[in-house]
């Protein structure tokens, strides 16, 4: 499993949200994997409808099919080999940390990252995605396992990381992951709904070296 710390900007279109940098980010993701002939199923995962919009227009600019981008009520019940799940918010264009809105539902969190059958990504703006009281103990148990990584739109220092780390890691059967949602570690994370306090709110995720 890995965490891809972006720094993107969120944008509201339709009564929905989007992310041009996760897009584009998930984009050469999936390049990469093809690139490294990883024939497993894939399914891309995102709370927001304009956000499965614009992935699929990047899979269809790119002529890659047969990978399947839906929201998170769509993929319930059923799974993948590869799940990346697009958060989308994060810094919208005033400069300001976006809500994290109905991303706090526990449940929805839960749905998404039991997905994945053997590798899970996901991509988020911690800034952002830390205010969630359930996103902020997700985050802590990844920094823990040393799951998160910084992202920079950057294409050879984004090459770097994914070669690195994504591979270094198993990309095409993450043992790792497999053990821990076979032991239900995941599952097992506190996952309080309370609205967050001040004091929760102002703690930062203090990243592994």
């Known amino acids: 499993m890995v965490f891809f710390d972006c720094k993107g900007i969120s944008a509201k279109r339709r009564n929905s949200f989007y992310n041009n940098d996760e897009v584009n980010l998930i984009s050469k993701l999936i390049i990469l994997l093809k690139e490294n002939k990883v024939e497993n199923s894939i399914g891309i995962i995102s ?3 304009e956000q499965c919009k614009k992935i699929k227009e990047s899979l269809n600019e790119m ?3 047969n990978i399947e981008v839906n929201t998170v009520d769509g993929f319930q019940g059923r799974e993948k080999d590869i799940i990346i799940i697009s958060l989308v918010k994060s810094i ?3 400069g300001k940390i976006d809500f994290v809105g109905f991303l706090e539902d526990a449940k929805r969190l839960n749905v998404s990252i039991t997905r994945a059958k053997s ?3 996901v991509i988020g703006n911690i800034n952002c995605i830390s205010n969630s009281n359930v996103w902020f ?3 802590k ?3 823990n396992k040393n799951y998160i990584s910084n992202f920079r739109t950057d294409g050879i220092s984004t090459k770097f990381v994914f070669e690195k780390i994504l591979f270094k890691n ?3 059967s993450n043992l790792a992951y497999k053990s821990v949602t076979k032991n239900n570690q995941i599952k097992n994370i506190k996952l309080d709904s309370k609205p967050l306090s001040k004091e929760k709110n102002s ?3 203090k990243m592994n070296n």
């Open 119 to 121: 590798m899970l990504f």
């Open 141 to 143: 148990f990844c920094n």
């Open 137 to 139: 103990d997700f985050l």
């Open 47 to 49: 709370p927001y409808k």
């Open 63 to 65: 002529l890659i099919k």
């Open 170 to 172: 198993h990309c095409s």
């Open 203 to 205: 703690r930062e995720i």
């Open 92 to 94: 919208n264009k005033k």
